[in-house]
């Protein structure tokens, strides 16, 4: 089992920062992915960014340039660095994890992301 504890929404005006953090711990040998989703209510969970055991990155195209993923290997622990916030970035932000082999997701409890206007 993975466990994944996140932290660090709020609301924010647009245009600012946020810094997402999330602590992974339990089998995390295992682990090949992480990242984040997002959601708003009445839609579907969105891929944010993923960020793979080799350093290969994925961000959606809303995104790019403006976040960035980022780890600590000795923290068990992954960044979710946000800039030039819009509303349209505002979601509950979910941690995810995968485990390839088995092909298992683990999910943190989410954090809510408020960008005014």
């Known amino acids: 089992q993975v466990q994944l504890v996140e932290s660090g929404g709020g609301l924010v005006q647009a245009g600012g920062s946020l810094r997402l953090s999330c602590a992974a711990s339990?089998?995390?040998?295992?682990?090949?992915?992480m990242g984040w989703y997002r959601q708003v209510p009445g839609k579907q969970r969105e891929l944010v960014v993923g960020?793979?055991?080799?350093?290969?990155?994925n961000y959606a195209e809303s995104v790019k340039g403006r976040f960035t993923i980022s780890r600590d290997n000795a923290l068990n622990t992954i960044y979710l660095q946000m800039n030039s916030l819009k509303p349209e970035d505002t979601a509950v932000y979910y941690c995810?994890?995968?485990?390839?082999?088995?092909?298992?997701?683990?999910w943190g409890q989410g954090t809510q992301v408020t960008v005014s206007s």
């Open positions: 960020i793979a055991r080799g350093g290969t990155t």
């Open positions: 995810y994890a995968v485990r390839i082999l088995g092909g298992s997701y683990y």
């Open positions: 339990g089998s995390i040998f295992s682990i090949n992915v």
